[in-house]
């Protein structure tokens, strides 16, 4: 079941119109936070969306954005709600990174892309849930419920970003703070029928601590519009001193660049898994045709593609997966305390050498050599976002194998790793409906990748797709 927005309620609203109608004062912020938190406490129980919840220290922001309003402060985003996934650290906020073992841990600096938004007067109101540690693309942390998609609450949101795609699409927040390392804002963004930017590597820094050294793992916005996630961006990609990858200032406004439609742009598509052996649901092919006979009608020349993937990279991002697991430490009394996934994860990465480590890095630098010279043929490509559509709560873990729960993860999203490895811009957005059941309509998103630093264009090329296909016009029945 879906419904027809109205925009009758402050979360009908997109980002961009509730900040517009907070200058204009049609709304204060503090009635803007308090609605948000409201939907929280009645909706949170059924999408598992937020570990933590902060309305103190979120009403005191919104008393000091309502001031500033009143001051005549200009910061397009000031005073709209968000959240904060909780992979990230957050000064004086709980961020358990969904591990138990971590259920304590209040850390004394905030993230950059945290940071960042807060210095924009965007409010949080929480932490989004997250998997333990993010290594699966579904969130079903221990202890506490899944991160289900508000189009059909039997299935998952996706992950890592599962509870930041849940809270955006169930009108909890306008838009949220992700973070992909194998595909964990596209897949989410897929689930729950958003907009999820993979920005290039090196556009939004992901200091001051941590970090992974190839840099696949960047930060980036979920959101319902290709605007309201342009917005988020123009406040996270600030240049920070001492970034290992760092791309400089924007050449301007992303916002600005969405409502400029592309000029004809070569569009390369392909459809088949880069993971041998994948095959793809039905309904997402029929996406993809759609959109690319949508790109077609818009003057784009639309082509087949191959885009020069190796067909045994697998087991290279296995071993760099394997020891990225070891991220967040653990003490050695509290490894049992770990899932079962995380667990096979971290055993694996223990038996990698260094000289073995290094050979996978060197891999994956050849390969991100390869796969960008190839597109250079073509000014963006097309796959198909997921493989299946958002698959049901326990599906992932049926079983209690963690091989067969990877291998069911590769089955649900073969097209996503890649892009991390080689540092691309990649967008994930709903263009369709399809079923793979008996069950409600689901949205069905397609994957537009870029080349390096070619963010704005994605995001042109998004908005100029999103309106082909009449996007937007319905909402979840968890609305």
């Known amino acids: 079941m879906t ?22 004062g049609e709304l204060s912020t503090v009635e ?24 103190e220290a979120a009403l005191a922001q919104a008393e000091e954005a309502d001031r500033a309003l009143r001051a005549g402060d200009g910061r397009p985003l000031l005073g709209v709600p968000t959240a904060i996934k909780d992979l990230v650290v957050t000064a004086g906020v709980r961020t358990t990174f969904g591990s138990v073992v971590y259920a304590d ?19 949080s109101l ?21 991160a289900v998609t508000p189009w059909d609450t039997s299935r998952l949101a996706g992950g890592s970003s599962g509870g930041a795609g849940a809270a955006t699409a169930g009108g909890l927040v306008p838009f949220a703070h992700g973070t992909d390392g194998g ?25 001051p601590v941590g970090g992974d050294p190839l840099g696949m793992s960047v930060s980036g916005p979920l959101a319902r519009t290709v605007a309201d996630a342009a917005a988020m961006l123009d406040v996270l990609a600030q240049p920070v001193p001492g970034e290992t990858y ?15 439609s592309p000029s004809r742009l070569r569009v390369g598509r392909y459809a088949a898994a880069p993971v041998p052996g994948v095959p793809v649901d039905a309904a997402c092919l029929a996406a993809y045709e759609r959109a690319s006979a949508l790109l077609a009608e818009l003057g784009h020349e639309v082509v087949e593609f191959d885009p020069g993937i190796p067909t045994d990279l697998r087991p290279v991002f296995e071993v760099l997966w394997a020891v990225l697991a070891h991220g967040q430490p653990v003490p050695p009394a509290a490894e049992p305390l770990l899932a079962p996934l995380t667990r096979w994860w971290r055993d694996r990465g223990t038996t990698i050498s260094g000289p073995q480590y290094l050979a996978a890095t060197q891999r994956v630098i050849d390969v991100t050599r390869r796969v960008v010279s190839e597109q250079a043929a073509v000014d ?9 559509l958002p698959r049901p709560v326990g599906w992932f873990t049926a079983g209690g194998d963690p091989a067969q729960d990877f291998e069911r993860q590769t089955h649900f999203t073969p097209f996503t790793a890649i892009y991390n490895l080689t540092g691309q811009p990649a967008l994930s957005l709903p263009v369709a409906w399809g079923r793979d059941g008996t069950g409600p309509e689901l949205p069905v998103s397609v994957q537009l990748v870029g080349g390096p630093g070619a963010d704005a264009l994605l995001l042109a090329l998004g908005a100029q797709l999103h309106r082909a296909a009449g996007w937007g016009s319905r909402r979840p029945s968890v609305w």
Do not use: N, W
Request: aromatic share 4%; hydrophobic share 40%; glycine share 10%.
């Open 183 to 207: 595909g964990s804002i596209r897949i989410p963004a897929a689930a729950c029928g958003l907009v999820g930017l993979k920005t290039t590597r090196g556009l939004v820094s992901r200091g």
């Open 32 to 55: 803007l936070v308090e609605h948000h938190l409201r939907r929280i406490e009645a909706l949170d129980g059924v999408l598992g969306a937020f570990v933590t919840v902060t309305p």
């Open 126 to 146: 929480g932490k989004t849930a997250t998997p333990e540690f993010g290594l699966p693309p579904y969130t079903e942390p221990a202890g506490r419920p899944p």
């Open 380 to 388: 963006v490509v097309l796959t198909p976002m997921l493989a299946q």
């Open 105 to 123: 841990y209040v850390p004394e600096v905030d993230d950059d892309s945290a940071r960042l938004l807060r210095a924009a007067g965007t409010i």
């Open 246 to 260: 760092l791309l400089g200032a924007p050449a301007g406004s992303y916002l600005t660049a969405v409502g400029r």
């Open 3 to 24: 419904t027809q927005p109205d925009a009758s309620q402050p979360h009908d609203l997109t980002a961009l119109e509730q900040a517009a109608a907070l200058r204009r």
